[in-house]
């Protein structure tokens, strides 16, 4: 393991290669293993390879490999602490530390990958707390790859038909949430911006959504975007939702990514009595999913030749995949790093700023999260 200072605005966070910037100081026990510690010369603090490690902070040793095969496979949260033996707090715990190392690595691939191909956006609609308070997690997709190159939140009032029992409830209980927070066209224009993160791409750039009205205010209302349209540099095509879902769907990306996280995780099923009762916790689940997605399991299944992730037919290597996925399970990221761009989805999930509806109290932001 690489060692660092873990002060991030220290000379020796990014250390040159080969100096000898640090001393031995001493070792301690912990979990049974006799662990070395270190000082750094210039800032003075002290650090072990399990500061740095994915596990700070932690006593129970954890297989994420198993953790996150288990979870993509269609285990609950519940299931998974009985599996393993402790308790759903631990387990979500450690979720957190995974979404934690997957938000730098999404937004790492946001800054370098060379976009080649065209987009799809689009909304997967469920709930956390209750159906009184369903959402859209909005998706961003290569069209050809399928790899999710972004994704953000939003809250939503319940709709359909409702009686009249219902409707009182709602707006008993609505008028203790803010819904101007996550609006479904603030988290488009959310998604614009990590798709401006993405540059310049394939001319012209081609996002592929359904007709949702707000998608198109989001666009109209970003000045960057709409001179883009008018040189021709990107273009935004609108397919009806009540097209047939068929591999030549435009938006078969979407629409399959869709069923697979309906048909994985218990927490989107239909009717599901497993839905998530916290915001975050669930945005955090649903990133391992997509790291899942994106890194890990192959871009096809039936074909015997095919063994790229759908994180190379994006365009990465081999390698870089290889390397992120170590990243991902072994280290520990500092967000202090400006590894996610200040005030953007990432960010926030990370920081656990996004409300969950009824909650009052902010969320609790775990030791391993902070320096
Ligand atoms: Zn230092």
């Known amino acids: 393991m690489r060692l660092f200072c873990p002060v991030s605005h220290c000379p020796n966070h990014r250390p040159e290669e080969g100096s000898r910037w640090y001393d031995a100081h001493g070792s301690y026990l912990s979990c049974g293993e006799i662990v070395q510690r270190y000082r750094c010369r210039r800032c003075g603090r002290t650090f072990s390879k399990r500061t740095l490690s994915i596990d700070y902070w932690s006593h129970r040793p954890f297989d994420y490999h198993q953790l996150i095969t288990l ?23 450690r979720f957190g ?18 976009l080649s191909e065209s987009l799809v956006a689009d909304g997967l609609e469920n709930f956390f707390v209750s ?10 997709l290569g069209k050809q790859s399928q790899y999710v190159y972004g994704l953000n939140y939003a809250l939503m009032r319940r709709k359909g038909r409702k009686t009249e029992k219902q409707k009182r409830r709602c707006e008993r209980l609505y008028r203790r949430v803010d ?15 990590q798709i401006k993160r993405l540059g310049p791409g394939a001319e012209p750039l081609r996002l592929y959504t359904d007709e949702k009205q707000e998608y198109l205010r ?4 970003d000045g960057e975007m ?14 009806s939702s009540r097209a047939p879902r068929t591999r030549s769907n435009d938006l ?55 063994r790229r992730t759908h994180a190379e037919v994006a365009g990465l290597s081999k390698a870089e995949v290889r390397r992120i996925r170590q990243k991902i399970t072994e280290e520990r990221q500092f967000i202090e790093d400006g590894q996610v761009v200040a005030g953007s989805f990432f960010d926030q999930l990370w920081r656990r700023t996004i409300p969950t509806p009824l909650k009052e109290a902010p969320d609790y932001l775990p030791r391993f999260a902070v320096v």
Do not use: W
């Not at 979870?71 to 715990?93: D, P």
């Not at 159906?131 to 961003?140: A, G, K, S, W």
């Open 226 to 239: 709409r001179e883009r349209m008018k040189e021709g540099s990107f273009a935004h095509v609108r397919i």
């Open 252 to 306: 078969f990306s979407a629409n399959y990514l869709d069923r697979e996280i309906r048909k994985d995780l218990p927490e989107y099923h239909r009717e599901t009595v497993c839905f998530g009762r916290n915001v975050g916790n669930g945005l955090e689940r649903l990133c391992v999913y997509v790291y899942h997605h994106n890194f890990v399991k192959r871009y096809r299944i039936g074909v015997a030749a095919e």
């Open 179 to 193: 819904f101007t927070r996550h609006t479904i066209t603030g988290g488009f224009t959310e998604l614009i911006e």
């Open 131 to 140: 159906q009184d308070f369903p959402n859209n997690i909005h998706l961003l």
């Open 218 to 221: 989001a666009i109209e209302k």
């Open 97 to 114: 530390r995974l979404a934690r190392a997957i938000l730098p690595a999404l937004s790492e691939v946001q800054r370098r990958v060379e």
């Open 71 to 93: 979870f993509v496979s269609g285990f609950s949260l519940r299931g998974l602490s009985r599996y393993f033996s402790t308790t759903v707090k631990t387990v979500q715990n």
